[in-house]
């Protein structure tokens, strides 16, 4: 014969709703699942904890004095919230409900944050590059509700400078190298900032510009109107050298040279070579004569 303990006797619990793992003063070992009908229990004073998926626990305090005694738990249904990714940008992002991190990120499957007390629930989704998608939910007791997250690319924090100018002309932003014209400058701090080109052989051009996020803003240096210059010399044949370059037998005519001064040449054969230093204005034309001697 199977002993039984002397002070053990029937009782009958129940849960509502049904089904709840019922166990006995702690959660060590289990006595079953709701409804639980002629369960033998010691006489005294127990607490009965019933645990239910997605309800909170119940605990209850019972003094078992009578045979087939029922004792009943209602369990406090809880809430679920699920969230899936709304829009592709959404893959990949991770999930925080209430300020607490939920393992695994946004994919194919939703993610399913269970056992929520009934009540009012932050879900907040975030992803590198993107806004942060939050959303406010009331969640009832023993409701799902679904969120569908939708990230949109964030706004850059940063812009561009387009600098033109003289051709392979050196670029410095803020007094550090940027290569040299034409270029874009990518991933400059949103503000104001300095820019240079240095085109050799003409003075520096400087100016400031002011940065915005995700625009481009664009430094032209203005190009340098030359001047002309007419050379007429005396002897016949003469030939004409403009800054040791060669223009032709005289008159001969220099474009669009840089303004400041040029060294001008005149040689001809069986003539005393001649040079001048002429100053061009931009806009005008300089005619110079020159008197070469036998």
Do not use: C, K
């Not at 006595?31 to 006489?43: E, T």
């Not at 915005?212 to 030939?239: E, F, K």
């Not at 005289?250 to 001008?264: F, K, Q, R, Y």
């Not at 204005?281 to 005619?287: E, I, K, P, S």
Request: glycine fraction near 12%.
């Amino acid at each position: 014969m199977t002993a039984v303990h002397a002070y053990a006797i029937p009782i009958t619990i129940e849960s509502v709703p049904p089904g709840a793992t019922v166990y006995l003063d702690s959660t060590a070992s289990p006595l079953g699942q709701a409804p639980l009908r002629n369960v033998r229990v010691d006489r005294g004073t127990h607490t009965l904890i019933f645990q239910l998926p997605n309800h909170e626990e119940a605990r209850l305090t019972v003094n078992v004095r009578r045979r087939r005694e029922t004792f009943r738990a209602v369990l406090r249904a809880l809430g679920t919230i699920e969230v899936s990714a709304g829009n592709p940008s959404a893959q990949g992002a991770s999930v925080s409900v209430d300020g607490t991190a939920i393992s695994g990120t946004l994919g194919g499957t939703p993610i399913r944050v269970t056992d929520l007390q009934p009540g009012r629930h932050q879900v907040r989704v975030q992803r590198e590059g993107y806004n942060t998608f939050e959303q406010w939910v009331e969640v009832g007791g023993g409701q799902l509700v679904r969120i569908a997250a939708v990230l949109e690319r964030a706004a850059p924090d940063t812009g561009s400078i387009l600098v033109s100018g003289p051709p392979g002309a050196p670029v410095f932003m803020d007094g550090t190298s940027r290569g040299a014209t034409p270029t874009v400058i990518e991933g400059v701090a949103v503000g104001t900032h300095t820019v240079e080109i240095r085109p050799p052989g003409q003075a520096v051009f400087s100016t400031t510009v002011t940065v915005i996020a995700g625009q481009r803003a664009t430094v032209a240096m203005p190009s340098v109107q030359g001047g002309r210059l007419r050379v007429i010399a005396s002897a016949p044949g003469a030939v004409i050298s403009v800054d040791g370059e060669v223009l032709g037998g005289s008159p001969a005519t220099a474009e669009n040279l840089a303004p400041g001064e040029h060294i001008v040449d005149a040689t001809a054969e069986g003539y005393q070579a001649s040079r001048q230093t002429v100053t061009i204005t931009a806009g005008q034309q300089r005619v110079v004569s020159m008197d070469l001697q036998l």
